[in-house]
């Protein structure tokens, strides 16, 4: 079965960097594209950031835009999510995620994906 598993959590203090990575298996992954979300305590589950299979086209949130960069290495079948200049906000559990041929409009929905890894938590105190 297909799994995804994100890597790379801990406890930072503000303006640190962290490099998570999601490593996928059991997916022809270079023809998926491929989502960060993020959660926090009591709230809904969001978007961080996300690149397409083909063209490597990129998308983030306007809350980590300038701070965070995906990026994949496809012969790898590896995401990863650089973040830099980390804030207290930034403080969640951090999903990947795999969609085939995922429409641009909704790159940025839950719904948009079919598969899931477990998360990893970062925590980022002020």
């Given at each position: 079965?297909?799994?995804l598993?994100?890597s ?5 203090q ?12 059991r ?16 709230k ?37 999510l ?45």
């Amino acid at each position: 079965q297909v799994r995804l598993v994100e890597s790379g959590g801990g406890l930072l203090q503000a303006g640190d960097s962290l490099r998570l990575s999601c490593a996928v298996s059991r997916l022809t992954f270079s023809r998926y594209d491929v989502g960060w979300f993020r959660q926090a305590p009591g709230k809904e589950r969001e978007f961080v950031a996300a690149i397409t299979w083909i063209t490597s086209n990129t998308y983030y949130a306007d809350s980590v835009k300038g701070r965070f960069a995906i990026s994949r290495i496809n012969t790898e079948n590896t995401v990863y999510l650089q973040m830099n200049s980390l804030k207290a906000e930034d403080t969640a559990v951090y999903y990947c995620a795999a969609g085939f041929r995922v429409q641009s409009a909704v790159i940025h929905t839950t719904q948009a994906y079919q598969y899931w890894g477990q998360g990893t938590q970062v925590t980022v105190t002020s």
